[in-house]
């Protein structure tokens, strides 16, 4: 009797915590005799996979058992490897699959036509032909929207969020959120003793498209001012203050984060290059523009640092690992009870399984009315009580 077989793969931008996903779900197999299959690169692994090719196999596909998992988690990153690849929304088709017949869809963008193929019919497929009977996908909302979507074609799937900026829905917690703001934080006490000896004002940029999580909490931990993509500032008065907080420090320095998506009224975040699998493009620095903002408005001169890759690099701190460890055991717990279309979650401060969310109802927001003070720009510090241990959540 053939053994049952699950499958496992990470996709979008690496966070620490990912390979205690996968070494827990390995672990917890071996005691079970269920076998786990590693898909690197992400959806990539079953948009690419060639089952009558040996060399793409092995590319593709890994074994998983306790051997090669036993120290993974002691490290970041993702040993199964990742990428940006939307299934549904292929650009270019696998050499191999070459003049096979998939649908076409056809958008226009700025004068320029771009022809896509969805290759759901083939991800199905190579499932099959894996025998994979339960898929794990851990990723943010574009990897998840996918998963979603398999859900809704039949495939039995759980889902565990991941990602830096917080911004998955239905959960108040994804993993990478905890170093990123340990890491943040770090990095700008460190950068306080340079600010303060050139007496200028700092400006820092993290991740955060759609979302202003990791610039608020690193500017709850720090104690600084903060923009998020969730409200424009008003630029005089945002200059003012840190004038303000400037000449009133003794070592004359000030000190601000801005999530990348951040804008302020009259101001949008410019983009460039090529959209991605999502149609996600680059965002230019919304600290740069506003380190030319002060100078050309005040003559203050400004240090700018862009933390953004920083913050996902290296080892995962203890919530990391801790909730990367239980996410992974939660997923397998509900693949053991045949559970699917489920997500690893925490509401309200406890560990849940919720439903994946709706790709259509976009990132999750930080709610402005109670967590950021629209007067001072900065993050809300009263009125705590009763919210778990994260402070916000799940929506």
């Known amino acids: ?26 672990y917890r197999g071996s005691e079970d005799d269920i076998e786990v299959v590693g898909l690197r690169r992400g959806w990539e692994a079953l948009t690419h996979l060639n089952l009558d090719d040996p060399a793409s196999k092995s590319h593709y596909i890994i074994p998983l058992n306790r051997e090669n998992t036993r120290v993974i988690d002691r490290r970041g990153g993702t040993v199964l490897h990742s990428s940006r690849t939307n299934p549904s929304k292929m650009k270019k088709l696998p050499d191999h699959l070459a003049g096979h017949d998939f649908p076409v869809s056809q958008s226009t963008k700025g004068g320029i036509a771009t022809t896509t193929w969805d290759l759901t019919s083939e991800v199905l497929a190579n499932l099959a032909g894996l025998g994979i009977e339960h898929l794990i996908a851990i990723g943010g909302d ?45 990095a700008i006490q460190r950068q306080r003793t340079t600010v303060g000896s050139h ?27 903060c923009a998020i993509p969730e409200y424009k500032v008003n630029l005089d008065k945002l200059i003012q203050l840190l004038l303000d907080d400037k000449y009133g420090n003794p070592s004359n320095y000030a000190l601000i984060v801005l999530s990348e ?12 290059g090529e959209p ?22 005040t003559g203050e001169e400004t240090i700018v640092s862009d933390l953004t890759y920083d913050l996902r690099s290296g080892d995962p701190d203890f919530i990391d690992k801790l909730v990367a460890l239980t996410f992974g055991n939660l997923a397998y717990d509900a693949i053991l009870e045949g559970k699917t279309g489920l997500m690893s979650a925490l509401v309200e401060g406890r560990y849940d399984l919720v ?14 009315a109670s967590a950021y003070n629209t007067e001072r720009y900065r993050p809300l510090y009263s009125n705590k009580r009763g919210l778990p241990i994260f402070l916000n959540r799940a929506s």
Request: glycine share 10%; proline share 3%; hydrophobic share 40%.
């Open 199 to 225: 007496e200028r004002i700092g400006i820092f940029r993290v991740f955060g498209r759609d979302a202003g999580f990791t610039a608020l909490y690193t500017a709850y931990a720090t104690s600084i001012r």
């Open 261 to 272: 998506g951040a804008e302020w009224e009259g101001y949008t975040v410019q983009e460039f």
């Open 142 to 186: 574009d990897t998840l929207s996918y998963a979603d979507e398999l859900n809704r074609r039949g495939v039995k799937i759980i889902a565990i969020p991941k990602t830096m900026d917080n911004d998955v829905r239905n959960t108040e917690y994804c993993i990478g959120f905890s170093t990123a703001i340990t890491r943040a934080s770090d």
């Open 1 to 26: 009797m053939a053994r049952k077989r699950i499958g496992i793969l990470t996709g979008g931008g690496d966070v620490p915590g990912l390979n205690a996903v996968i070494k827990s779900v390995t």
């Open 355 to 368: 439903p994946i969310p709706d790709a259509k109802l976009g990132p999750r927001k930080l709610d402005v």
């Open 276 to 297: 991605d699998a999502y149609g996600h493009r680059r965002k230019a620095s919304v600290a740069e523009a506003f380190a030319d903002e002060i100078k050309r408005r």
